[in-house]
């Protein structure tokens, strides 16, 4: 169980400020979430893979056609060496 205490923790190794008054709303969440780990660790698959009703939904991996490296940054504001070139985040 996580307490306010812990999330104020969390918190500070995240380096995210969280308000007093948010507190108790984010040790409530972080506990749904753990209460929704466990009842997944009470999950048993079969060896076999399952339950064999469960399809594979991907698509499989086509090559086509595609831009040219040109073509992908003839719109960029700023590129270097071929990439596109963004501002400084940190």
């Known amino acids: ?5 812990d999330v104020e923790y969390i918190g500070m190794l995240a380096d995210i400020a969280i ?12 506990n ?3 209460e929704y780990f466990d009842i997944l660790d009470k999950v048993t698959v079969e060896e ?10 991907f ?4 090559v086509v056609p595609s831009l040219s ?4 940054l003839s719109n960029a ?11 400084r985040v940190m």
């Open 69 to 72: 490296p040109e073509e992908a």
């Open 1 to 5: 169980m996580v307490t306010e205490r």
């Open 19 to 30: 308000d007093r008054g948010e507190l108790a709303e984010f040790t409530a969440s972080f």
């Open 48 to 57: 076999d893979g399952g339950d064999s009703a469960i399809v594979n939904v």
């Open 32 to 34: 749904r979430i753990l």
């Open 77 to 87: 504001g700023e590129t270097e060496d071929g990439f596109f070139r963004a501002p």
């Open 59 to 62: 698509r499989e991996d086509d």
